[in-house]
């Protein structure tokens, strides 16, 4: 009787469950059918297929203009000047007298010396006809050949004392807004002015890190001036390089020419100059194609499956600079594959994608300013 019973529940219990699993398993069916009457998830990007570009990368650094001719005029002596023969920022002319100082004493010392001149010479003159005719001794005839060439030294000196007082224009050139007067005096060494030559040419001072591409005496460079308004680059030959990298800033130094420089460019002006590297060939990809994590840079291929469906790819990527809207690929990427480019964020590893119209990257000799 307990037996029966006992098989009786054993059976209600069987049959409960053989139910709900049966209600379970028609719900799960349901689900899948549910599910897969929904599309397959999916993400539409552009499109771009990558191409080998040739492309001249640069840097850009800052210089300076230097005129050909410069040179700060001093006095050598002291002295109250007496004439004034240029204002601030006049042309002068090679050999114009500028500033005179007060010479009045060397210059009478000066007519008492070449008396003294005159005397000694007739008198040398009156020695050596004497010594040729044995009248005097050699002592004698010493003695009036040195008096004679210590007076013609003591011209040679005054008349140098003299030129030190007065100061003349070395070159044609521009002088500085620098005033005097006369009567000012002036003591030794004093900064009179400096004079800047009219050559058309000025000289283009820069430096380069020693990480950078060692350049040649005679290679180019671009020269543009950063003052507002000026957009042109002008070449510039390299004439001149430092003979050794400076050990405090590890840079070396070079000077340009510029044939037509002093038409736009003012001494000491600040420049920028472009430094073109060799030429080579890259891949170049749109910068809304990178994407980046903590892993690094990549981006997405899109590659036909079975079905010729377009599957997202995910590909690890190394970049070198930036050139406007457009990445530098060194590694990871080659010519010819199709990658997603505005849109690219929205993919992950084998999502279905359907392409946009396809835009070639067109190729182009990139040099930036």
Known sequence: MNIHRWLVAILIIALTISGLGFVKFQQVQAFIAMAESFPEPSATVNTTTTKVTEYQAHNTIMGQAVATQVVNLQNELSGQITQVNFKAGDTVKKGQLLIALNSAEEEAQLLAAKAN??????????????????????????????????????IKNLQSIIAKKRIVAPFDGTAGLDTYQVGQFLS?????????????????????????????????????????????YKAAKVIAKNSQIKAQSRHLSYRA???????????????????????????LVPASAINRDRNGNYLYTLK?????????????????????????????????????????????????????LENTLSARLLKGE
Do not use: C
Request: proline fraction near 2%; glycine fraction near 4%.
């Open 188 to 232: 030794a060494n004093s900064a009179i002015t400096t004079l800047i030559g009219q050559e058309p040419q000025i000289w283009i001072d820069f430096q380069l890190p020693q990480t950078q591409q060692h350049l040649a005496v005679g290679e180019v460079v671009f020269v543009k001036a950063i003052k507002q308004g000026a957009t042109d």
């Open 304 to 356: 036909q499956d079975k079905e010729n469906d377009y599957r997202a790819h995910r590909v690890e990527v190394t970049l070198a600079k930036r050139e406007h809207d457009n990445h530098i690929v060194l590694s990871g990427i080659e010519e010819g594959e199709l990658i997603a480019t505005d849109g690219a964020f929205k993919l992950r590893p084998g999502l279905l994608v359907f392409p946009k």
């Open 257 to 283: 020419v510029l044939t037509d420089g002093r038409d736009w460019l003012q001494h000491n002006e600040m420049v920028k100059v472009k430094v073109l590297e060799a030429k080579q060939n890259v891949v």
């Open 117 to 154: 001149f005159t005397l000694a010479k007739n008198t040398f003159a009156r020695m050596e006809q004497l010594f040729k005719q044995e009248k005097i001794s050699q002592q004698e005839y010493d003695s009036a050949s040195a008096e004679l060439a210590v007076t013609k030294a003591n």
